[in-house]
C-alpha cells in the first residue's frame, strides 16, 4: 500500500512529506484531497510552531489537525509564546 508519506515525497520538499504524510497515515484511512491540502496548509501557516515539537509530536500535530478540525492547544499555546 502507498503511504500518504511516500505519495507527499514524489510532489514536495522530504520535510514536509515527512511531516504531513506520516501524520495522514495515522488516521489509518482514506484522506481526500482536499485533507491534504488542508494539512499542508496547517503545516505551512504553523511551521515555526510545529518545528518546535520533535518529530513525532509533529506528525501527531497533522493527524489531530485533520481528525479534530482544529488546531491543537499545544500548537496555539507554542504561538502565544513565540517571540513576534
Given amino acids: ?3 500518504y508519506r511516500d505519495k507527499l515525497k514524489e ?3 522530504g ?3 515527512f511531516v504531513v504524510g506520516c501524520g495522514l497515515d495515522r488516521l489509518e484511512r482514506f484522506v ?4 491534504i491540502q488542508r494539512a499542508i496548509d496547517f503545516y505551512y501557516a504553523y511551521k515555526e510552531e ?5 518529530i513525532n509530536a509533529r506528525r501527531q500535530a497533522i493527524c ?5 478540525g482544529k488546531v491543537p492547544s ?4 507554542r504561538r502565544s509564546k513565540t517571540p513576534v
Avoid: G, K, R
Avoid at 510545529?50 to 520533535?54: A, G, L
Avoid at 499545544?74 to 499555546?77: E, G, T
Fill in 1 to 3: 500500500m502507498t503511504t
Fill in 74 to 77: 499545544y500548537i496555539l499555546n
Fill in 64 to 68: 489531530d489537525y485533520i481528525q479534530d
Fill in 32 to 35: 481526500s484531497n482536499a485533507e
Fill in 11 to 13: 510532489e514536495v520538499d
Fill in 50 to 54: 510545529i518545528n518546535y515539537f520533535p
Fill in 15 to 17: 520535510d514536509l512529506a
